[in-house]
């Protein structure tokens, strides 16, 4: 067995670097790596930790485990890895070969907050036994769990939610896909038509929340395919959502006040955001997808930690109130195709510098539209 202190020069470990090293117990990766090549330590079986200076910027450690600095992305895990593990709420992604050869894995638990399993992910952790994937993964990538021959699995998803690249499951012991029953999951539900249903209001939830594209009522099931009035109004708590392409629509005031909520990707599904949606939520970015076509009365009001917002091409009006008081919006460009920007739009933007690609005899601007921005710049 030995340890590895890599010296402070190093600034990358290349694809492959250590991989196989049988006799690798421990290595210290140091402050000025900034580039982990995937596959760096790829079945390493008796490696017991992965330990990062606390100075690095890229990287981080936690108990052994190699992430990203930002804690969203689960490089490594030690080969050595024994009995269950439960994987951070904030992951996103698990990387290429993230706990392959991991033999000793024999329970694992997977967050609502990732949303891809990389290739080889978990290929040949021969002592796992059961696992359940959330709802929220989207994506499943080639042998991610290949080889795991004593493995039940379960997708808590509707198949044609998930791509599910060829060999991902192969040797696995079963694949059973499911659907989400209303009873099971912490959101409420409302029946809408014989065959569509909508997430429903005053789900008081916290942390990372997944909404299925399908659900199971009284036995039938049903496309969940709207958000509706007030939905999540005031979850303070609430940190993730993730939202299926079968969402068309998101009602008013369906994120109103949402204080945790820091972002949120809408899908080009959705087609309809309602009035003040999102009115005093913690939202800091946004991009609009372009299936929308106007943003709605009072949409991002009084966010007041909102800097950066994407508007796409699609859109032609703008609401009114629709960014009153946005304090931290510094730079904000629109296309040409917007018409319409209505009374009070960006009233109280101090600190934006606003572009609008049109001449001024082009657009439909109500009053007070652009008071007490810092610059509004009309570029024809």
Known sequence: MSDINIPASVTEIDRSAFEGCASLASIDIPANVTNIVEYAFYGCKNLASINVDDKNTTYASVDGVLYNKEKSILIQAPGKLQGKFTIPSGVTNIASGAFGSCEGLTGLEIPASVTSISEYAFENCTGLTNVTIPSSVKNIDYNAFAGCENLDVVIRNAEEDVTVVSGAFDDCKSVTWKIIDESESPLKFKVLTDSTAEVTKENCVEGSVTIPSKVVIDGKTYSVVSIADEAFKNCKGLTNITIPSSVVGIEDYAFSGCKGLTNITIPSSVVKIGTRAFQGSGLTTIELPSSITSIGNGLFSVCSDLV??????????????????????????????????????????????????????NVEVAVQAFQNCKSVTWKK
């Open 308 to 361: 950066s917002v994407k508007i796409p091409s699609s859109v032609e009006s703008i609401g009114e109130n629709a960014f009153v008081d946005c304090t931290g919006l510094t730079n904000l460009e629109l296309s040409s195709n917007v018409k319409s920007i209505g009374v009070m739009a960006f009233y109280g933007c101090k600190n934006l510098d606003l572009v609008i690609d049109n001449s001024e005899d």
